[in-house]
């Protein structure tokens, strides 16, 4: 069902429409900019005839709970019950244009631009109340759906029209303009407020589908003959004994090679009886990682400077940081289920970008767009590794050609291998402080890791910072905060060791060479909760900003043996105004597990081609022995515009275990993972 037949089948009702200004995106799988969000008038929102708002929005709910924030954010305008929102998101062929989930967008974006659409539908109820009542609009009072008119001189009491009796069998449109307004964060009732996970019930009884839930009628399954390493080309394949089984189809285009079999079971048995002759593939491995990254380039004047305030400077550091490709390994693996019907393809499949995959198949089917449809259920984690749709061509190529409903999901394996990495990166730093403890010169050079966060918040007279890029031996792209994990480690890391150099307590330091009052804010707020200035064990601080929230770490560590156990974290983050309090803390804590990860277990190891460990028995994530009480501050700027959380919280985690690991061995750990000789 298309759009148009969509909106005839939900009759009348209220289509609110918005004329959006183009955004551009910031990030795209390594190409900057991105289409616009398109100029053209589109219906966002529609209220039923039975009191029923669906809001439509291309973003996607990757457990982040935004299905959750967006309801609230038309709740709050509207205004109307939750339960009465029901949230259409990421079909092609029903939402309009959206660049992807993705940058911490959806609150400060998305969020915002559905307030003004529900702003905007209020105005007009408001409009046709006052036609209906014969009253003035400062007479009406809208709550829960409802219009409400307290008439002063009547002994009828209130009249009371719901928005579904006032918009019966009309069919009516209302653009935001410069004039729509907005409640101030101070004044809200619904946002604001730890409104309970939307839909969570299902999620929690397995009620909800994802992808592999999904049945079309006459599906099979399919599965991929992989490469035994990167760079691989097939030479020669006999298909003969695989072709015996009952119910099989081999499909071969080129190196692709796949199979579709009634069942999950017999289309890897399949694939096993494949006889496969392949050619080349090769590669570096984690000994020459960083030669093959390191770049050479010109410091031109502005190193000159540097050079010169450096020569100045009472205290001086000279040193590289290095981080390791890790994996994103979102607990449901990439999926596909492909259906063709009248030369249109519709693919279900858990991604952050919808429009990016309806790209994809749009491409590798030489399709026009109204052609290809791709709709996301709510999907299993994506921590920036699923903005591609390599599982849904797959299957689109597989149902093509068996002339049947596909469904393909990838192993674990397969996620390892064949899913791009967060990159690796070689972070070189150069700084100096002056007697007093003040910065004097910062000159940081990030290679191949990315620019994200990569200005320092502190105060400098001379600096010189560039991100340069490498050619990766690995595929590799967006991760959960991009490159702030990466820059955050090495500069918070760089910053302890002038701290120690300067004979300065790492807060003082930092407080000494910070004028940016929200990043002070936090750093105290994290101090007072943790205690620092009476602290005892060995501990650590690190904070940072990304993307407009403010995070700072406070840590306690032990070590036993070459193991580091964290003991205590706390946390303080500020993001603006607080949509959702529980929420947002779940995001803070999810972040910081996750950047445990990252500071203390995951590398992936790789060589020849060949990713070395790819499984969870090789591969280590923090598991819950590894979290440790996790108390969460939240700075509440309801001055504030709202900006997202997902990604910042995950950048000062490593750098603060970092700091408490000196504090009690002396010893400097510059590379990520950070592991005791």
């Not at 303080?572 to 277990?601: D, R, W, Y």
């Amino acid at each position: 069902m298309d759009r148009r037949h969509f909106f005839k089948l939900l009759g009348g009702g209220l289509f609110v429409a918005y004329m959006a200004e183009p955004v551009n995106a910031q990030e795209r799988r390594g190409r900057r900019g991105g289409p616009a969000r398109p100029m053209e008038v589109s219906a966002w929102i529609h209220i039923g005839e039975n009191g029923t708002v669906r809001v439509f929005t291309g973003k996607t709910e990757v457990g982040q709970n935004i299905r959750t924030s967006l309801a609230q954010a038309v709740a709050e305008e509207l205004p109307v019950r939750i339960p009465s929102i029901q949230m259409v998101m990421a079909d092609t062929d029903l939402v309009p244009f959206d660049m992807g989930t993705f940058g911490s967008r959806s609150t400060p974006d998305m969020a915002l631009h559905l307030r003004k659409v529900a702003a905007a539908a209020r105005q007009e109820l408001v409009r046709l109340a006052v036609e209906r009542f014969g009253t003035q609009e400062q007479n009406l009072i809208l709550q829960d759906g409802e219009v409400i008119w307290q008439m002063e001189h009547s002994s009828g009491g209130a009249q009371i029209a719901s928005f579904a009796e006032l918009l019966k069998g009309k069919q009516l449109s209302a653009v935001v303009t410069d004039e729509t307004k907005l409640r101030p964060a101070a004044e809200w009732r619904v946002a604001g407020t730890s409104v309970p996970k939307v839909d969570g019930k299902n999620f929690v009884t397995g009620r909800h589908h994802y992808t592999t839930d999904i049945q079309r009628p006459g599906l099979v399954h399919g599965k991929v003959l992989r490469a035994p390493a990167y760079g691989a080309k097939l030479k020669s394949l006999d298909d003969a004994q695989a072709k015996t089984l009952p119910g099989v189809t081999v499909v071969r285009d080129g190196d692709f090679v796949g199979v579709t079999a009634p069942n999950p079971a017999v289309a890897t048995q399949a694939i096993g009886l494949l006889k496969a002759e392949w050619e080349g593939g090769e590669g570096p491995s984690n000994k020459e990682l960083w030669q093959v990254l390191k770049n050479n380039f010109n410091r031109g004047d502005d190193g000159r400077k540097i050079d010169d305030a450096l020569a100045s400077s009472a205290h001086k550091l000279e040193q590289a940081y290095t981080v390791e490709y890790i994996a994103h390994c979102p607990l449901e693996t990439r999926a596909g289920v492909a259906e063709w019907q009248d030369g249109k393809v519709t693919v279900w499949t858990g991604t952050q970008r919808p429009f990016g995959v309806k790209d994809e198949l749009v491409s590798a089917f030489s399709l026009p767009p109204e052609k290809v449809r791709v709709i996301v259920p709510d999907t299993g984690s994506g921590y920036g590794g699923k903005h591609s749709g390599e599982a849904a061509v797959e299957a689109a190529r597989l149902a093509k050609a068996a002339g049947k409903p596909v469904k393909l999901s990838w192993t674990r394996e397969e996620e390892f291998w064949w899913a791009y990495f967060r990159p690796a990166g070689v972070i070189e730093v150069k700084a100096g402080v002056d007697a007093d403890g003040k910065l004097t010169a910062w000159e940081f050079h990030n290679h191949n890791s990315g620019g994200a966060a990569i200005e320092t918040p502190y105060e400098v007279p001379a600096k010189f910072v560039r991100s340069h890029g490498s050619k990766s031996p690995l595929r590799q792209g967006s991760y959960r905060g991009l490159a702030a994990a990466a820059n955050g480690f090495a500069r918070e890391s760089a910053m302890d060791e002038l701290a120690a150099a300067a004979g300065i307590d790492p807060l003082e330091f930092r407080l000494k060479n910070l004028k940016d009052e929200r990043l002070r804010a936090v750093l105290e707020a994290a101090a007072k909760s943790f205690g620092w200035s009476n602290r005892k064990g060995h501990c650590g601080i690190a904070c940072g900003i990304d993307k407009g929230g403010y995070i700072a770490n406070c840590v306690e560590i032990e070590l036993r043996g070459k193991t580091v156990k964290v003991k205590r974290i706390v946390a303080a983050f500020e993001c603006g105004a607080i949509v959702n309090p529980t929420h947002l803390k779940n995001q803070v804590e999810g972040s910081i597990v996750m950047g445990l990860g990252g500071a203390l277990f995951e590398a992936i190891q790789f060589a020849d081609g060949k990713i070395l460990n790819p499984a969870f028995s090789k591969y280590r994530v923090p598991r819950f022995s590894d979290v440790p009480p996790i108390e969460t501050v939240l700075v509440n700027r309801t001055d504030l515009p709202s900006a997202g959380a997902g990604e910042c919280p995950i950048m000062a985690i490593a750098p603060a275990i970092g700091s408490a690991i000196f504090e009690a061995k002396k010893e400097r750990l510059r590379a990520m993972p950070m592991k005791l000789a």
